[in-house]
């Protein structure tokens, strides 16, 4: 009888320590890294360029933008070339009057028509910040980050006021409630990057803004999304051979 016992609590003791390795979950993988969404040296490098829209009231001939040559000085100490070929993306706005204006600078592309819309870029696995160079012309105006979540929905992130003058580099946290992931197969896999909102103080000067931009990059996960069947989220069914409901 007590031999029974004993083979019985040695065959417990087994089968407790082995159930965490036969029951534990797959953990996902983990690779944090930094992915640069655009560094402006190279215009035409992407199928989608940069655009800009205002609110009303604008001047005549504005907005203007395009790229000029330069980068922050504190990047030239790490580029390879010291910066010989960098570019920075300007953008110069002038309105009509004091109140609430505004512009986007977003990315866009070329449709079927010939026509450009705008386009969102998707931004791969779980990001935990975006940051980038800004160059501040000294206007109360303030900046805001756009992306849109994974049910959809675009939200506006502060990046704070643009009342400085020179580069300087603004790093911005992705909120813990910006929902990246869907859990439906008909949801989307990424947020996506929709562009850039500058808004004006209403009492503030609204002739001759500048701004500038260079090294837009995000942190994230790239593996955060990734599981065992992965592949399998988007086959294509009617392309298998098999049958069909009649």
């Given amino acids: 009888m007590k031999h029974c016992s004993l083979s019985f609590a040695c065959f417990a003791l087994v089968v407790c320590f082995a ?123 303030y900046l805001d980050v756009l992306v849109r979540d994974a049910d959809g929905r675009v939200h506006s992130i502060p990046a704070g006021s643009l009342n400085f003058q020179g580069w300087r580099n603004l790093v911005i946290k992705i909120p813990g409630w910006l929902r990246q992931t869907s859990s439906y197969r008909s949801g989307r896999e990424s947020i996506t990057f929709v562009g850039f909102h500058v808004r004006s103080d209403p009492g503030e000067a609204v002739d001759n803004f500048l701004i500038y931009f260079d090294n837009l990059r995000y942190t ?21 051979e098999g049958g069909n409901a009649q």
Wanted: no cysteine; aromatic share 16%; hydrophobic share 35%.
């Fill in 19 to 141: 159930m965490p390795v036969f029951a534990a979950p797959n953990k996902t993988f983990q690779s944090v890294e930094t992915i640069m969404l655009d560094n402006f040296d190279e215009p035409g490098a992407f199928d989608w360029n940069w655009g800009v829209i205002t609110s009303r009231f604008v001047d005549e001939g504005f907005p203007k933008y395009g790229y000029v040559d330069g980068m922050p000085n504190s990047l030239k100490e790490v580029a390879e070339d010291k910066g010989q070929n960098a570019k920075v993306l300007g953008v110069q706005v002038s309105f009509q009057r004091k109140g609430d204006n505004w512009f986007e600078v977003f990315p866009q592309k070329e449709n079927e028509n010939g026509e450009m819309d705008s386009y969102e870029v998707s931004l791969k696995g779980i990001l935990t910040q975006i940051d980038f160079w800004v160059w501040g012309s000294n206007y109360l105006y």
């Fill in 220 to 240: 994230t996960n790239t593996y955060s999304n990734v599981y065992d069947g992965f592949n399998l989220r988007n086959i294509d069914f009617d392309a298998l």
